[in-house]
């Protein structure tokens, strides 16, 4: 599958973007994830959604960011609100096979897109 994030940009602290993934393939056949690079620090998984719908959040996102999909638009989603500078980083959508992978282990996303940069200024 391939996976094409758009929505990314620049963002004054406080204020909102909605990030969105789309897939070549039917999102129903994957858990999915959004996961955040920063220069200087390792990838985190900031959200996931597994095959069936349950979702995990990160601590430092939890009630800040909503992760959900359209499955009908084959289309990913991540929500966020309340920005911070520290959310700056480049966001990237994974896909895997399985029913439901492990936020702390984004590596075991098989499928990647290229990214979509977020800059949040204070």
């Known amino acids: 599958v391939q996976l094409v994030e758009s929505g990314g940009g620049s963002v004054q602290a406080g204020g909102s973007l909605r990030l969105s993934c789309t897939a070549s393939?039917?999102?129903?056949?994957?858990?999915m994830g959004w996961i955040r690079q920063a220069p200087g620090k390792e990838r985190e998984g900031v959200a996931t959604i597994a095959r069936f719908g349950g979702t995990t959040y990160s601590d430092s996102v939890k009630g800040r960011f909503t992760i959900s999909r359209d499955n009908a638009k084959n289309t990913l989603y991540l929500q966020m609100n309340s920005l911070k500078p520290e959310d700056t980083a480049m966001y990237y959508c994974?896909?895997?096979?399985?029913?439901?992978?492990?936020?702390?282990?984004?590596?075991?996303?098989?499928?990647w897109g290229q990214g979509t940069q977020v800059t949040v200024s204070s």
């Open positions: 994974a896909a895997s096979n399985a029913l439901w992978v492990d936020r702390t282990r984004p590596t075991d996303f098989g499928y």
């Open positions: 393939g039917y999102t129903s056949r994957y858990s």
